[in-house]
C-alpha cells in the first residue's frame, strides 16, 4: 500500500458527500411537523449550535437512501474502500444523521460528528481527526472554506464541489490532488426553475377584471394590473421555495418531483432558505404602489399559501378547493389593483373551472403513483383508489363552468358590456372541447401533472385560447 493509500481519508458530509445541508433540510422537516417548533429553535440555540442539532434529531428522521449523493464522489469512495483504504466520516451533522448515512452506505471504517454537547467543526474537526489518525497523518476530502484548517494539516486535499474561492486557497499550499465536479448545468437556470417562473403565467389572472372592464387602454391602470402581476410572481416564487424545502423528502419519493433542484441538490437548500424572505419583501414592497385593498389580498394570499403548504395540502378535497380559490384570489387581488367591480358570474365560472384543473392535477398524480405500484399519493391525503372518483368530480366542475358562461353570455350584464354578444357564445363549445380534451388525456395518461403547464406547452390548447381571445375582441 502506498503512501497515501495507507493513510485514512476523512469525508466531510455536507456539501461533500451529500449536495445538500442536513441542519436546514432536518430544520424544515420540523416545521413541517409542527409549525410551533419554530419558537423553540432559537431557545435551543441560545445553548449552542451542539444543542440545537441534538434537539432537532431527537425528533426528525431522515431517510439516507433518498438523500443526493455526489455522484462521481461517492463511487472513489466505494473503489477505495474495496481497495482496503480506511475511511472516516467526519462531519458538523449530527452523530444520529451520520449514523444513518454510514449504516446506509456501509463503507466507513469510523464515524467522527457532533453530540448534544460539541459541534464538530473547523479546529475541533482537525483534533479530531489527528488523535485518529496519529503520527501517519491524514488526507481530507470537503468543499467549504470553513474547512481550511482541517486541509492546512492533511497530507493532501480533496475538493467536492468546491464553494467560490476554496480551490484557490487549498491551492496555495500546494495539497490538491484531485477535485470532484457533478454541478450539472447553469446555476441561474436551477434557480429560475426552483422559482418556477413558468407558473407566474397563472398571475396574468390579475389582468381579467382589467380585460373584462374594458379599460385596457388606461395606461395608468395598466401600469397598477403590471406591478400587481409582479408582486404576485414575487410571493408565489417565495412559496414555492418554502413548499419545496418542506416536501423534500415526498419530493424525493416522486418519480418525476425527485428531479426538483432543491430535492435533486443542484443548488444550495441554504441560499433557498436565504431567498423565500427576499421575494416576499420584493413583493410587499411593490404591493406599497397599489391601493390598500390589494395589500389585503396578496398578504390573504400569502396566508392561504403557507396554511395550505404546512398542513391543508395533506387533507383531502380541502387542498383542491384551497388551489381552486388561490386562482380566484388572483382575479379578485387584480379588481383590487385597479379598483374595478367583480361580477358574481365570473367568480362563480372562475371557482368551477380552477376547481376542474385543480383536480386533474391531483388525478394525474394519482395515476403517476398507480403506476409507480404506489397505494398512497406521498405527503397527500388520497389513495390511488380515489382516482376514479376524483375524475368524476372534475369532469362535473368543468362542465358545470361551462355552464355558468352560458347563463352569463344571456345576461343583461353581458349585453351592455358587448355590442355583438352573440359572438362570445362560440367560447361555450371551445371550453367545452378543452376541458373534455384535458380530462381525456388525463385518463390515458398523456397530461403533464400540471394543467397550466399542458396548456402552455399544447398546440391545441393555444390555439384554442387565441381564438377565445379574437372571440371576445370581435364582440367588442
Same mark, same amino acid.
Given at each position: 500500500?502506498?503512501?497515501?493509500?495507507?493513510?485514512?481519508?476523512?469525508?466531510?458530509?455536507?456539501?461533500?458527500?451529500?449536495?445538500?445541508?442536513?441542519?436546514?433540510?432536518?430544520? *424544515?422537516?420540523?416545521?413541517?411537523?409542527?409549525?410551533? *417548533?419554530?419558537?423553540?429553535?432559537?431557545?435551543?440555540?441560545?445553548?449552542?449550535?451542539?444543542?440545537?442539532?441534538?434537539? @432537532?434529531?431527537?425528533?426528525?428522521?431522515?431517510?439516507?437512501?433518498?438523500?443526493?449523493?455526489?455522484?462521481?464522489?461517492?463511487?472513489?469512495?466505494?473503489?477505495?474502500?474495496?481497495? =482496503?483504504? +480506511?475511511?472516516?466520516?467526519?462531519?458538523?451533522?449530527?452523530?444520529?444523521?451520520?449514523?444513518?448515512?454510514?449504516? !446506509?452506505?456501509?463503507?466507513?471504517?469510523?464515524?467522527?460528528?457532533?453530540?448534544?454537547?460539541?459541534?464538530?467543526?473547523?479546529?475541533?474537526?482537525?483534533?479530531?481527526?489527528?488523535?485518529?489518525?496519529? $503520527?501517519? =497523518?491524514? $488526507?481530507?476530502?470537503?468543499?467549504?472554506?470553513? $474547512?481550511?484548517?482541517?486541509?492546512?494539516?492533511?497530507?493532501?486535499?480533496?475538493?467536492?464541489?468546491?464553494?467560490?474561492?476554496?480551490?484557490?486557497?487549498?491551492? +496555495?499550499?500546494?495539497?490538491?490532488?484531485?477535485?470532484?465536479?457533478?454541478?450539472?448545468?447553469? %446555476?441561474?437556470?436551477?434557480?429560475?426553475?426552483?422559482?418556477?417562473?413558468?407558473?407566474?403565467?397563472?398571475?396574468?389572472?390579475?389582468?381579467? %377584471? /382589467?380585460?373584462?372592464? !374594458?379599460?385596457?387602454?388606461?395606461?395608468?391602470?395598466?401600469?397598477?394590473? /403590471?406591478?400587481?402581476?409582479?408582486?404576485?410572481?414575487?410571493?408565489?416564487?417565495?412559496?414555492?421555495?418554502?413548499?419545496?424545502?418542506?416536501?423534500?423528502?415526498?419530493?424525493?419519493? !416522486?418519480?418525476?418531483?425527485? !428531479?426538483?433542484?432543491?430535492?435533486?441538490?443542484?443548488?444550495?437548500?441554504?441560499?433557498?432558505?436565504?431567498?423565500?424572505?427576499?421575494?416576499? @419583501?420584493?413583493?410587499? #414592497?411593490?404591493?406599497? *404602489?397599489?391601493?390598500?385593498? *390589494?395589500?389585503?389580498?396578496?398578504?390573504?394570499?400569502?396566508?392561504?399559501?403557507?396554511?395550505?403548504?404546512?398542513?391543508?395540502?395533506?387533507?383531502?378535497?380541502? $387542498?383542491?378547493?384551497?388551489?381552486? #380559490?388561490?386562482?380566484?384570489?388572483?382575479?379578485?387581488?387584480?379588481?383590487?389593483?385597479?379598483?374595478?367591480?367583480?361580477?358574481?358570474?365570473?367568480?362563480?365560472?372562475?371557482?368551477?373551472?380552477?376547481?376542474?384543473?385543480?383536480?386533474?392535477?391531483?388525478?394525474?398524480?394519482?395515476?403517476?403513483?398507480?403506476?409507480?405500484?404506489?397505494?398512497?399519493?406521498? #405527503?397527500?391525503?388520497?389513495?390511488?383508489?380515489?382516482?376514479?372518483?376524483?375524475?368524476?368530480?372534475?369532469?362535473?366542475?368543468?362542465?358545470?363552468?361551462?355552464?355558468?358562461?352560458?347563463?352569463?353570455?344571456?345576461?343583461?350584464?353581458?349585453?351592455?358590456?358587448?355590442?355583438?354578444?352573440?359572438?362570445?357564445?362560440?367560447?361555450?363549445?371551445?371550453?367545452?372541447?378543452?376541458?373534455?380534451?384535458?380530462?381525456?388525456?388525463?385518463?390515458?395518461?398523456?397530461?403533464?401533472?400540471?394543467?397550466?403547464?399542458?396548456?402552455? +406547452?399544447? +398546440?391545441?390548447?393555444?390555439?384554442?385560447? =387565441?381564438?377565445?381571445?379574437?372571440?371576445?375582441?370581435?364582440?367588442?
Amino acid at each position: 500500500m502506498n503512501g497515501t493509500a495507507s493513510r485514512p481519508l476523512g469525508v466531510d458530509l455536507d456539501g461533500t458527500l451529500i449536495r445538500t445541508d442536513l441542519l436546514v433540510e432536518s430544520i *424544515f422537516a420540523l416545521l413541517k411537523r409542527n409549525v410551533l *417548533f419554530v419558537f423553540l429553535l432559537p431557545l435551543w440555540l441560545l445553548k449552542g449550535r451542539a444543542h440545537l442539532k441534538h434537539e @432537532i434529531a431527537a425528533r426528525v428522521d431522515i431517510d439516507a437512501g433518498l438523500l443526493p449523493y455526489q455522484g462521481d464522489f461517492l463511487a472513489y469512495l466505494k473503489q477505495a474502500y474495496a481497495d =482496503g483504504r +480506511r475511511l472516516i466520516l467526519v462531519t458538523a451533522a449530527n452523530e444520529r444523521f451520520a449514523e444513518a448515512i454510514a449504516l !446506509h452506505l456501509g463503507i466507513f471504517h469510523r464515524i467522527v460528528a457532533s453530540n448534544a454537547t460539541v459541534n464538530l467543526s473547523g479546529r475541533r474537526k482537525l483534533e479530531r481527526l489527528q488523535d485518529l489518525s496519529g $503520527d501517519g =497523518g491524514f $488526507d481530507y476530502a470537503a468543499n467549504a472554506m470553513v $474547512d481550511l484548517p482541517v486541509w492546512e494539516q492533511a497530507g493532501e486535499a480533496l475538493l467536492v464541489n468546491p464553494e467560490p474561492g476554496v480551490k484557490a486557497a487549498v491551492e +496555495r499550499r500546494g495539497k490538491v490532488t484531485r477535485v470532484f465536479e457533478d454541478r450539472t448545468g447553469n %446555476p441561474l437556470k436551477h434557480y429560475l426553475k426552483a422559482l418556477r417562473i413558468h407558473q407566474w403565467l397563472k398571475n396574468l389572472l390579475v389582468f381579467v %377584471p /382589467l380585460l373584462l372592464a !374594458h379599460r385596457f387602454g388606461d395606461l395608468v391602470l395598466v401600469g397598477q394590473a /403590471l406591478l400587481a402581476f409582479l408582486a404576485f410572481g414575487l410571493c408565489a416564487s417565495s412559496v414555492y421555495l418554502l413548499n419545496d424545502l418542506l416536501d423534500l423528502p415526498d419530493d424525493r419519493r !416522486h418519480p418525476t418531483k425527485r !428531479h426538483r433542484p432543491f430535492a435533486a441538490g443542484t443548488i444550495s437548500i441554504v441560499y433557498g432558505m436565504m431567498l423565500i424572505p427576499g421575494l416576499l @419583501i420584493g413583493a410587499f #414592497g411593490l404591493a406599497l *404602489f397599489l391601493p390598500i385593498e *390589494f395589500m389585503g389580498m396578496l398578504a390573504f394570499y400569502y396566508l392561504i399559501t403557507l396554511t395550505y403548504s404546512l398542513w391543508l395540502k395533506g387533507v383531502a378535497l380541502v $387542498d383542491v378547493m384551497v388551489l381552486a #380559490g388561490l386562482y380566484v384570489i388572483r382575479i379578485i387581488a387584480g379588481a383590487a389593483a385597479v379598483s374595478v367591480m367583480l361580477s358574481f358570474w365570473l367568480l362563480a365560472f372562475s371557482m368551477f373551472l380552477f376547481l376542474s384543473l385543480a383536480l386533474v392535477k391531483r388525478f394525474t398524480e394519482l395515476l403517476t403513483m398507480q403506476q409507480q405500484e404506489g397505494i398512497a399519493a406521498f #405527503g397527500r391525503g388520497y389513495r390511488t383508489t380515489d382516482r376514479e372518483t376524483l375524475s368524476q368530480f372534475g369532469s362535473t366542475s368543468a362542465y358545470s363552468a361551462v355552464l355558468v358562461l352560458a347563463f352569463y353570455i344571456n345576461s343583461e350584464a353581458m349585453r351592455d358590456l358587448y355590442t355583438h354578444p352573440e359572438v362570445i357564445w362560440l367560447l361555450c363549445p371551445l371550453l367545452l372541447y378543452l376541458m373534455t380534451r384535458i380530462w381525456l388525456l388525463a385518463r390515458r395518461g398523456e397530461l403533464d401533472e400540471d394543467p397550466v403547464v399542458f396548456v402552455i +406547452r399544447d +398546440r391545441y390548447s393555444q390555439w384554442l385560447v =387565441g381564438i377565445g381571445a379574437i372571440l371576445l375582441w370581435l364582440a367588442v
